[in-house]
C-alpha cells in the first residue's frame, strides 16, 4: 500500500511516462504530483533516491531500450520519441548509460553476455581495503543469475569499477576495493530472456558508502522484484543462458559454488 508521498511520486512517473517526448520541467511533473515545487523535488528524492530529472533521464533510456529490441524503429524516430532534439546526443548518452551502442543493444536483444569493469576508473594510491557482501532474494528462486557492481552512481549505468555474478545466493570479496564513495547496486535474471516476458528482475541498492585504506566494509543486499518507484536499470542485462552455457564449459570445478568475478 502506498503512502502519500508515494502516491504523489507514482503520480509524477506516470506523466513522465505519458509525455516523455516532451520538454517536461519541474513545474509540470510537480503538479502533476499535485504538491508544491519545493516539497514535490525534496519528496520524490526521499522516495526514489534521485532527482526528478534523474528519474526521467533514466525512463526515456529505458523506453529506448524497449523500443529497441520489441519495435523496427530506426535510432533516429526512437530518440524523438523519448525527447532526444539530437540523435548524435541519444546515442552518446545511451552507449554510456547502457554499456554498448543503441544498434549493438539491439543487435544483442537487450542483453549482454558479459559486463566488464572500468579499468580506467581505479584508485589513485593503492588499496588494500576488502569489501564482502552477503547477496540473497527476498524471495527465493533457484534460477536467479545474480549481478553485482560497484558504482560512482545511484542509478547503475555506465560500467562498474569492480563487479562480480553469483549462480546462486551467497557471499562475494572485492579485495583491494577502490578508494572513494560508491553505490553497491546488484540486479537478478530469473527465467529465458528470449521469452515474451524476458525474465523475472529483481533489484538492491546499498550505500552509499565510503572506502577508506585499509577498511573492511561488509553489506546485506537483499533483492526485491523492481517496482515502478525504483530507478530504471540503465546497465544491459547479463544474459542468464549464456552465462549458464559458458559456466558449464569452463574446467573449474569449483566456480558454481560461489561468485564468479569480473572485476
Known amino acids: 500500500m502506498y503512502d502519500v508521498s508515494e502516491q504523489a511520486v507514482l503520480r509524477a512517473i506516470g506523466a513522465m511516462r505519458e509525455r516523455m517526448g516532451e520538454q517536461l520541467t519541474v513545474d509540470d511533473l510537480a503538479r502533476a504530483a499535485m504538491f508544491s515545487k519545493f516539497h514535490f523535488t525534496r519528496i520524490f528524492q526521499r522516495?526514489?533516491?534521485?532527482?526528478?530529472?534523474?528519474?526521467?533521464?533514466?525512463?526515456?533510456?529505458?523506453?529506448?531500450?524497449?523500443?529497441?529490441?520489441?519495435?523496427?524503429?530506426?535510432?533516429?524516430?526512437?530518440?524523438?520519441?523519448?525527447?532526444?532534439?539530437?540523435?548524435?546526443?541519444?546515442?552518446?548518452?545511451?552507449?554510456?548509460?547502457?554499456?554498448?551502442?543503441?544498434?549493438?543493444?539491439?543487435?544483442?536483444?537487450?542483453?549482454?553476455?558479459?559486463?566488464?569493469?572500468?579499468?580506467h576508473r581505479r584508485s589513485p594510491r593503492p588499496s588494500t581495503a576488502r569489501l564482502t557482501a552477503h547477496v540473497r532474494l527476498a524471495?527465493?528462486?533457484?534460477?536467479?543469475?545474480?549481478?553485482?557492481?560497484?558504482?560512482?552512481?545511484?542509478?547503475?549505468?555506465?560500467?562498474?569499477?569492480?563487479?562480480?555474478?553469483?549462480?546462486?545466493?551467497?557471499?562475494?570479496?572485492?579485495?583491494?576495493?577502490?578508494?572513494?564513495?560508491?553505490?553497491?547496486?546488484?540486479?537478478?535474471?530469473?527465467?529465458?530472456?528470449?521469452?515474451?516476458?524476458?525474465?523475472?528482475?529483481?533489484?538492491a541498492t546499498w550505500g552509499p558508502f565510503t572506502v577508506y585504506p585499509d577498511a573492511v566494509v561488509a553489506a546485506d543486499i537483499v533483492l526485491r522484484p523492481s517496482r515502478v518507484l525504483d530507478p530504471p536499470v540503465l546497465l544491459a542485462l547479463l544474459d542468464a543462458r549464456k552465462d549458464a552455457l559458458s559456466r558449464m564449459h569452463e574446467a573449474a570445478p569449483s566456480w558454481p559454488a560461489g561468485p564468479r568475478a569480473v572485476a
Open 47 to 119: 522516495v526514489t533516491g534521485v532527482s526528478p530529472a534523474r528519474f526521467l533521464s533514466a525512463l526515456r533510456l529505458q523506453r529506448a531500450k524497449d523500443l529497441l529490441v520489441s519495435t523496427s524503429m530506426n535510432v533516429a524516430d526512437i530518440s524523438v520519441h523519448v525527447g532526444y532534439n539530437s540523435v548524435g546526443t541519444f546515442s552518446s548518452r545511451f552507449s554510456r548509460s547502457v554499456g554498448m551502442s543503441p544498434t549493438t543493444f539491439r543487435r544483442h536483444s537487450g542483453y549482454a553476455s558479459v559486463i566488464h569493469p572500468d579499468a
Open 139 to 203: 524471495e527465493p528462486d533457484d534460477q536467479a543469475t545474480f549481478f553485482v557492481g560497484m558504482f560512482a552512481d545511484r542509478i547503475p549505468e555506465g560500467r562498474p569499477v569492480r563487479c562480480a555474478v553469483l549462480s546462486r545466493p551467497g557471499r562475494l570479496t572485492f579485495d583491494n576495493a577502490p578508494l572513494g564513495t560508491w553505490w553497491l547496486l546488484a540486479q537478478s535474471v530469473s527465467g529465458d530472456p528470449a521469452l515474451p516476458d524476458g525474465g523475472a528482475v529483481s533489484v
